[in-house]
């Protein structure tokens, strides 16, 4: 079985500010990536349907554009994440994680300011571990930058596409 990546997103746009590069470059080298996507704008969570629209819209360009090869969103509360007990979000990871069987995850490293980032990369630890036949080769944290100039330069010089990744997401 060949590179399965499946990158841990707590938010759409934490794939592509995170790594869309290494996205790329490992698409062309013939990788299998996933998109697991931890939560979900919704209008019962108090969005606006429009917003809940466009965020849908820009979801389904993301995933056209950065290849993704499967996308699963385990649709929990943005910002609510600290307030679920962990073992129901990996139970949750866990059926993604058993079906998409991957090789290396990319998760979100645990310093990021929003406290969502902390939670998954807490609930990813869970599977750091050797679980049944799966075995990991590597884990690779997915540290966002303050300042977007460094995002941009750190794209630039994997592929070019990306910058309208950027304008789409942010
Ligand atoms: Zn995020």
């Given at each position: 079985m060949g590179q399965r990546i499946l990158v841990v997103a707590p938010h759409a746009d934490d794939e592509v500010i995170g790594c869309a590069g290494l996205i790329l470059s490992s698409k062309l080298k013939g990788?299998?990536?996933g998109w697991l996507l931890m939560t979900s704008v919704e209008e019962q969570y108090?969005?606006?349907e429009e917003f809940v629209?466009?965020?849908k819209?820009?979801?389904?360009t993301v995933k056209e554009l950065l290849s993704f090869d499967t996308f699963s969103n385990l649709g929990f509360h943005p910002a609510y994440l600290d307030t679920i007990p962990k073992s129901e979000i990996i139970l949750a990871m866990s059926k993604v994680i058993q079906r998409y069987q991957p090789s290396e995850l990319y998760i979100p490293y645990p310093g990021d300011a929003h406290s969502d980032h902390g939670v998954t990369f807490d609930c990813c630890r869970a599977f750091m571990k050797p679980l049944g036949t799966?075995?990991?080769?590597?884990?690779?944290?997915?540290k966002q930058f303050l300042k977007p100039i460094k995002i941009l330069l750190l794209i630039k010089n994997?592929?070019?596409?990306?910058?309208l990744l950027i304008s789409v997401i942010l």
């Open positions: 990788a299998s990536v108090g969005y606006s629209q466009t965020r819209k820009q979801i389904e799966i075995m990991w080769k590597k884990f690779v944290a997915m994997t592929l070019n596409p990306t910058g």
